[in-house]
């Protein structure tokens, strides 16, 4: 019996733009900021909607929550802790997805951009809200 070889090949057009342990390295960064995440966004959680009644979280129980610093880092590293978590994810999946190496550079830039904007409003309203 004849067996029929394939007449094409496929070949990986994928090329990489940081070769080496960026890998590794987003892994463990978006496993530590997981881990970080849950702790940080549970105690927000309980603390918001378990230990205070729903009804009675305003604008008043936000300013007298902000008053303590202790609530202004809390808010402050869940802040840097979700968009380090998103941006890394975000980063990798681009990198193991966009074939296309300039608009992989777009891409990245853009959601770079994104990152930034998302983190000078947060700072800007933990800052100036509780300050």
């Known amino acids: 019996m004849d067996t029929v070889e394939p007449t094409t090949t496929r070949t990986d057009t994928r090329t990489r733009t940081r070769p080496g342990r960026i890998g590794g390295r987003s892994f463990l960064i978006i496993r530590g ?7 940080l966004a549970l105690g927000h959680f309980a603390v918001t909607h378990l230990v205070n009644d ?6 008043t129980f936000i300013a007298r ?3 303590s610093a202790l609530w202004v880092v809390w808010d402050g590293l ?4 979700a ?3 998103v ?3 975000s980063v990798a999946v681009v990198r193991d997805y966009w074939t296309d190496p300039a608009g992989q550079r777009r891409m990245l ?11 000078v409003i947060g700072a800007v309203t933990l800052l100036f809200a509780a300050g």
């Not at 900021?33 to 702790?39: D, M």
């Not at 729903?54 to 604008?59: I, L, S």
């Not at 869940?78 to 802790?81: E, N």
């Not at 830039?109 to 983190?119: D, E, I, K, P």
């Open 33 to 39: 900021t997981g881990v970080l995440l849950a702790v």
């Open 54 to 59: 729903v009804a009675q979280t305003d604008a």
């Open 65 to 67: 929550r902000w008053s």
């Open 78 to 81: 869940l802040l840097v802790t």
């Open 83 to 85: 968009l380090a978590h």
């Open 87 to 89: 941006g890394t994810a």
């Open 109 to 119: 830039a853009a959601l770079r951009g994104l990152l930034l904007v998302l983190l």
